[in-house]
């Protein structure tokens, strides 16, 4: 058998350039078991001597082939396509099309590995705003939002960030309503990772109402938990607190793994560390990060809502007997306390003098949201607050009553 050399010197004296270019095609899939021939082929079809037309061509054609073998009976796949994209950048120009299939094969290739950050690299190495190659709208937006989708796998926000801005250049021109979806969903994503739980949850609850024809069942449920689980997250408010109502009353949240605590936090009741247990091992890595003020993200969502539950049975309330309630130091109850206040969160004022916590809301506001909230769970009979007032102190109310409309405060 003649060597690859004696080979390419034979198809380089054919003077037919259809019938060279068809030679070299054959050649590279007769050498597709031998590294070594291919990357001699490759070299000399980039080399001057070949004819820009036909080494495109062939080179193409070799990216085809490639893209279609299976990795396990061709280990040096990697090796040979990292090899390609070497010899094609220095007349990257002329050879777009076979580095874009070629780059889309090392994602695969990546993807399957769950590499992701490599296989993002690997994509958004394509330049999809060359002037040789015109790519639609909708090509840009699927790639754009491909590649920021790799780099959500690893939480890598800012990356991902900067292609969903991308992506958002074009995605107006898109009819594919999977493809917009997946653009949203990636966009809530981002939002989650970056902390910014509220507008994470509304995207996620609203893509969470797709008609179930257009997506999967199993998706819509993902994307409903997601939405429960950065609602819960979400900083204690007004805001907040509409979103907890609405997923309350939505009737698949009942099979919802969180639905417990959902539900404390909607009804406004105090939710204590053990409950928050199981709920935290469900949290991504990035929604247990610390805070500056020193808590995780989940014992800040804990404390703001303790803290406004309290804000509805308690007139005014000692910080030291708020550090216990919330189990925390009176000095990192009243910072908790001030950040509300200061945010408009919370309606109050901290009398550090007396070391008292004044709430203001009005009688009215508690109990038209304790109204609301009973009236969404079918209930006719309440049963009085029990209060354990201390003498010479603010009044105390138990656990049973904490999320029962409060009663006139004692005065000390």
């Not at 695969?108 to 705003?129: C, S």
């Not at 819960?232 to 907040?240: C, D, K, T, V, Y």
């Not at 309350?248 to 939710?271: C, F, G, P, T, W």
């Not at 919330?326 to 990192?332: C, G, K, S, V």
């Amino acid at each position: 058998m003649a060597t690859v050399d004696a080979e390419l010197q034979r198809i380089a004296h054919i003077a037919d350039q259809k019938e060279k270019t068809a030679a070299y095609k054959t050649l590279l899939e007769e050498k597709l078991q031998d590294l070594a021939s291919l990357k001699t082929i490759v070299t000399h079809l980039l080399g001057e001597d070949v004819l820009l037309v036909i080494s495109r061509a062939a080179i193409t054609h070799l990216a085809s082939v490639v893209a279609g073998i299976d990795v396990d009976a061709h280990p040096w796949k990697l090796e040979f396509i990292c090899f390609c994209l070497a010899k094609i950048k220095p007349r990257i120009l002329s050879f777009e099309e076979p580095d874009v299939m070629f780059r889309e094969s090392l994602a695969a290739m990546y993807m399957d590995e769950e590499e992701y950050i490599e296989a993002a690299k690997a994509l958004a190495a394509i330049n999809l705003e060359s002037s040789t190659r015109q790519y639609s709208d909708v090509e840009k937006a699927e790639k754009y939002v491909k590649i920021a989708e790799l780099y959500l796998q690893e939480d890598e926000t800012v990356d991902a960030e900067n292609f969903i801005n991308r992506a958002s250049r074009f995605i107006h021109n898109v009819e594919d309503w999977a493809l917009k979806l997946r653009f949203q969903v990636s966009y809530a994503r981002i939002l989650d990772s970056k902390r910014k739980f509220l507008d994470a949850a509304l995207r996620y609850y609203e893509f969470s109402q797709s008609k179930p024809d257009e997506v999967d069942p199993d998706d819509l449920l993902e994307l409903l938990g997601k939405a429960v689980t950065c609602a819960i997250l979400a900083s204690a408010g007004p805001q907040r607190s509409r979103l907890l109502g609405t997923l309350y009353k939505d009737e698949r949240v009942k099979n919802s793994e969180h639905v417990a605590i959902l539900e404390k936090m909607y009804m406004e009741q105090l939710i204590r560390r053990p409950e928050l247990v199981q709920f935290e091992k469900s949290l991504l890595p990035h929604q247990k990060a610390v805070l500056s003020n020193g808590f995780t993200v989940l014992e800040n969502a804990f404390l703001e809502h303790n803290l406004l539950a309290a804000s509805r049975v308690y007139s005014s309330i000692s910080l030291e007997e708020l550090g216990k309630l919330l189990e925390i130091e009176p000095t990192n109850a009243e910072r908790v306390a001030a950040t509300m206040i200061g945010e408009e969160r919370m309606k109050g004022s901290i009398d550090q003098h007396l070391g008292f916590l004044e709430f203001e809301n009005t009688e009215d506001e508690v109990l038209a949201a304790f109204d609301t909230r009973i009236s969404s769970c079918g209930c006719c009979v309440v049963k009085d607050p029990v209060l354990a007032v201390k003498p010479g102190k603010h009044c105390i109310v138990s656990d049973r009553a904490n999320h029962l409309p409060r009663q006139p405060s004692c005065h000390r």
